[in-house]
């Protein structure tokens, strides 16, 4: 059973950082990739930023220059560090992590952890 656990979340002001952590029960080079997603309140859930198996990047444009993803495979563990924050980056964030192991593609969820930035 894999498991993701985020951390890092937390009450900052706007134009503030934060980190973001993801660590998982199991060797993160086993997924095709992890990533970031969000959901603010009345809003449905959106990618923040992916990071591949071969460390390819993606982010969405609103984190685009703001926000860094990376990974740590010795620590089973991927990174949002997240700069210059602003109101509208309030959201609960969930990790993911994808596999196709078995031939389709399986999603993994972390329970989220919770950012608010004041402004």
């Known amino acids: 059973q894999v498991q993701l656990v985020e951390s890092g979340g937390g009450l900052v002001q706007a134009g503030g950082s934060l980190r973001l952590a993801c660590s998982a029960s199991t060797n993160i080079f086993n997924f095709n990739a992890m990533g970031w997603y969000r959901q603010a309140p009345g809003k449905q859930r959106e990618l923040v930023a992916t990071i591949t198996r071969g460390g390819t990047r993606n982010f969405a444009d609103s984190a685009q220059g703001r926000f860094t993803i990376s990974r740590d495979n010795a620590k089973n563990t991927v990174y949002l560090e997240m700069n210059s924050l602003k109101p509208e980056d309030t959201a609960v964030y969930y990790c993911?992590?994808?596999?196709?192991?078995?031939?389709?593609?399986?999603?993994?969820w972390g329970k989220g952890t919770l950012v608010t930035v004041s402004s």
């Open positions: 993911n992590a994808w596999d196709d192991k078995y031939r389709h593609r399986t999603d993994y």
